[in-house]
């Protein structure tokens, strides 16, 4: 692709899904705390395996690529079978991989995945590497910033400059949970130089410092965009997704499609890769939240965070399917 619809960018990962058949949950009511108990010492049968590749930008990069999207992908890998695994399986997808760099003598990263009760417990292997700024990159319309491993701050200084250089690329930002751990300070920059920011509630809590937050969702949005963010998304489980359009003043609620959920991993990656598609398309906000939407039910309903990825074909039929759920976007 010479001309990108989007560049994604952050990291990638091979992930092992294992689903076991002798377990536990402990749930401490009183801090509505549970745990996955295994014997310890024992060997623990698994119902059955799965590998895929995960990971934020490349789950966003998938996912906005089915749904017609001219994608490309900017990522620091080990040059090893994980690595070139990764590689293949996006260009397997038509991703474009130019800006994709292997660093030699390093591994890449990998993730161990147990699936119980439809929820999952993530082991999450990042491997200690240098993200690498390419040289010179394209600027398209649109750029997508998410989670990278310990040492993003460097790359983040870069990303924040170049930003500033091309201001009319319009910025998605997606933090990781090595984001979520840093210093709002190491972030500050690229907050401030965001168009759109994906969250789910707890981080927008964090982010904004304003605690619990139920009952709140119009000020808590608010709060997040006095960060920067035009348009501010927050997703919250079952209880749907909000939306704030700082630009219009306009604060939007969707519910979500009743779905049996086989397994959770990437259902917040479906949503920021549909809703985002969407926009690119030149749907308006209430078009892109059910779009988003859609595409998180249908993951949910796969083992790992890019079999359910809807393609562009496939996006009518779950509107519809929205639609007769009675699921609707609503001004609040």
């Known amino acids: ?39 310890y010492g024992e060997k623990i049968p698994v119902r059955n395996l799965e590998f895929s590749i995960g990971g934020n930008a ?32 996006l260009k397997d997808e038509a ?21 119980y009760s439809g929820e999952r417990t993530i082991f999450v292997y990042h491997a200690p590497r240098s993200y690498e700024f390419p040289v010179k990159l394209p600027t398209p319309p ?20 170049w930003i500033r250089k091309n201001p009319q690329i319009k910025l998605a930002f997606n933090p990781g949970s090595w984001q979520m751990r840093a210093n709002f300070e ?12 994906f969250v789910n509630r707890e981080e927008a809590e964090k982010l904004t410092g304003l605690g619990e937050s139920s009952g709140r969702e119009r000020e808590l949005l608010i709060a997040l965009s006095k960060l920067g963010p035009k348009i501010s998304v927050i997703t919250d489980g079952s209880k749907g997704s909000f939306a704030y359009d700082s630009v ?16 959770r991993t990437g259902a917040g990656d479906a949503f920021g890769s549909g809703m985002l598609a969407a926009l690119i398309h030149g749907r308006v906000i209430e078009e892109a939240l059910i779009w988003g939407t859609c595409n998180s039910a249908s993951v949910i309903g796969y083992t790992g965070s890019q079999r359910g990825l809807l393609k562009f074909d496939e996006m009518n039929a779950w509107l519809a399917r929205a639609q007769s759920s009675g699921v609707t976007v609503t001004q609040f």
């Open 186 to 197: 190491d972030i500050k920059d690229i907050t401030s130089l965001t168009y759109l920011i």
């Open 142 to 161: 649109w750029v997508y910033l998410t989670s990278m491993g310990e040492s993003f701050r460097p790359f983040f200084i870069h990303m924040a400059d």
């Open 95 to 115: 991703v474009d991989a130019t800006y994709i760099i292997q660093q030699p003598a390093t591994s890449s990263n990998y993730s161990t995945i147990i699936n």
């Open 1 to 39: 692709m010479e001309n990108f619809d989007l560049l994604s960018i952050g990291d990638a990962s091979m992930d092992v899904f294992m689903n076991p058949t002798e377990s536990e949950t402990l749930c401490r009511i009183d801090t509505k705390e549970c745990l996955i108990a295994f014997s």
């Open 248 to 263: 219009n003043g306009k604060f939007f609620k969707v519910g979500v499609i009743p779905v049996d959920a086989y397994e």
């Open 58 to 89: 490349a789950n966003n990069a998938i996912g906005t690529r089915r749904l017609g999207i001219s994608t490309g992908i900017v990522l620091t890998l080990g040059a090893d079978n994980v690595g070139d695994m990764i590689v293949k399986r």
